[in-house]
């Protein structure tokens, strides 16, 4: 019996110790998911890799709030197995919002292992931005600045300026507060201001970063003045015998000395000046004087914003004489004589001496250079164009003449656009000549601007002034300076008008007519003044 109990025994612990042989292992050792922070929004995040151990046999794999890859095969979020050795990954869906955590849980044979990922922050606050400072700008002109894109905002950003308007990647301009998101672009405009050397700012702020825009409207210096330049000027005096034209082309160094002076003559001959008895000065407003032993005496001159042309009045120094002379830069263009072939024209001048009067009118000019009047227009009203009155021609350093009018002399401007020119007609009369070369076409606000003008009247007199044009037209005269009284212009705030051809005209005053040059930075007009002898010639320059 005992050794029956024995046998027994020994039996079972056999049984056992096979049992215990053959038992299987799945729960695996622990693993470990490293959390991420800073991760984008809405997008599927990967974990790093962890590998099953510890077990002998498959076991479960489940997942809540993901999904798992074994070794590298698709994504499931339905529960598995898995084997030693194998490489498992999860992924997670990020928030849709920021700073905001996700967890997904995966399980190995009871072992359980989690995964989080936290959403970056909200940033608005985008990098630093620049625009670039422009110089030398036009007076009145709206500029665009560079473009900037947007970058290092994951949200949208608020945008709103002061001082100008903007766009958004080419949308209409506006100074609405609004958003904007990564990766846009943005470009400011600014209007420039009304004077010259004058800075203008508009900043902009995205997301409490500015960034500002400065235009600054152009100078004038002593340098815009060095060079030669083409003068041509009527003389209106009350003995009208002593009326005259003259003309002549001055050099000027750097420091406004005149050093060389050709081609001078007025209607009785004339001579030029001496190298060193004028002095042209200019200040930052493009305001002109001159001075020395040959000059006028209450001189007044305005550069053009293109430094290529300027209009000024003087007299003499008895103050007989009063002067109105338009100056032209010769900048050494070339010319041919298809400059002045197959062109349309118009014309204002004004004539003293034997007879005083302002002309205005049109004409072509045919293939050969001949001219011919087609309309003309005198204080009394339209009379019987000139029709043909010879042939025109430019001679390759620019200078105009006309062979049926052999007392004509004029200067082709360089951008074969406008002449000025010289004549006397068959009554002793004087005529300063402002020829236009038409085929620009003109916007109904290109007159808006302050303009600087000089007029001569058949009076005699001179007068120089400011005229504010808004964008309706209306217009405030100021800074009357004349030669004698009155001195005023007789409106008070007349409408200016252009048309799309470039004529300019007020609506309460039928006398007026006048031209805008091709490049919009003169205008030269006729008018009657309410004066004996009121006939005017002005020369606008802004």
Known sequence: MKKFIIVI????????????????DTKPNHFKFINQKNVALSSPITSNTITVSGIDAAADISIVGGTYSITDGPYTGTSGKVNNGDTVTVQ?????????TTTTTLTIGGV????????????????KFTFIPQTAVELNT????????????????????????????SGPYTDVIGTVENGDTVTVQVMSAGIYNKKTTATLTIGGVKGAFSVTTLTFTQADLTGTWHIHALSANSASDKSKWYHATLTFDSSGNLTAAADCLDSFGGTCPDPGSIRWRINGNGVMSETGTSAEIKNHYTMASN????????????????????????TGASYS???VQNKSFVYHQLKVGGTNEWRYGAGTISADGTMDITSETVPSGSVTPSGS?????VDSNGLVAISGVTTFHGFLSDDKKTVVGTETDSSTSYMLIVMHITGQTYTSDALAETWFAHMLTATPKWIHFTAAVASDGVTSFSHWVCSASPCSSGHTTPTFSISSSGTVTIAEDASFHGQMSDDGKFMVTTETMNEENGFALSVFTR
């Open 9 to 24: 025994i020994a039996l079972f612990y056999s049984f056992l110790g096979v049992q215990m042989l053959f038992a299987t």
């Open 92 to 100: 997670v869906m990020s928030a849709a919002s920021f700073s905001t």
């Open 112 to 127: 359980k292992g989690t995964f989080s990922v936290k959403t970056l922050a909200a940033d608005p606050k985008p990098d």
């Open 142 to 169: 709206v500029i665009t600045s560079n473009t900037i894109t947007v970058s290092g905002i994951n949200e949208m950003s608020p945008i709103s300026i002061v001082g100008g308007t903007y766009s958004i990647n």
């Open 307 to 330: 430094k290529k042309f300027m209009a000024g009045t003087g007299e003499n120094k008895s103050g007989s004489r009063f002067d109105l002379e338009i100056i032209q830069k010769d």
């Open 337 to 339: 004589p298809s400059d």
């Open 389 to 393: 009155v010879g042939t025109i021609s």
